[in-house]
């Protein structure tokens, strides 16, 4: 396996709070791999907030029973947003380190959404710094 040591090794010994749980019914409408029909059933089941499926196929049908469904550049889009990760860096270790693939046009597209919210963020950041400033001036 490509996965880096670490993952592996964390793989190993899993922590308390981690639970790992085979669904007790299989929807038999899904005509997907095993891995996608099994965290499908199980989300439905647990009435999961949000199920993490990259495979297109998978995610569609997710999508169609109704759950809230992200994708693994999603989950790392919404922790760049965050301030944890650098986006590009993990991507960049995500395609080196990892069996992880994903056409190089949904990767731009994901990067060019993290730099715009980041702009946007910016943006935001810098007006409400102006509009304390202009307040402060009023004030004093």
Known sequence: PRSPQEVRTWASSLPEWL???DPTE???SLQLGV???AAISLAIELKADRVLIDERKGYKAALQRGL?????????????????IDFDETVE???????????ADVIAEFRRRVRERR?????????AEQQADEQ???QG
């Open 26 to 28: 299989i929807d038999p």
């Open 19 to 21: 639970r790992v749980q």
């Open 93 to 103: 270790r995500l395609d080196k380190e990892t069996t992880f693939y994903v056409t």
């Open 119 to 127: 702009h946007s963020q910016d943006q935001d950041r810098k007006t």
């Open 136 to 138: 402060g001036s009023e």
């Open 35 to 37: 891995g996608e029909t």
């Open 68 to 84: 809230n469904v992200t994708t693994t550049l999603g989950l790392l889009e919404e922790a760049s947003h965050r301030g944890l």
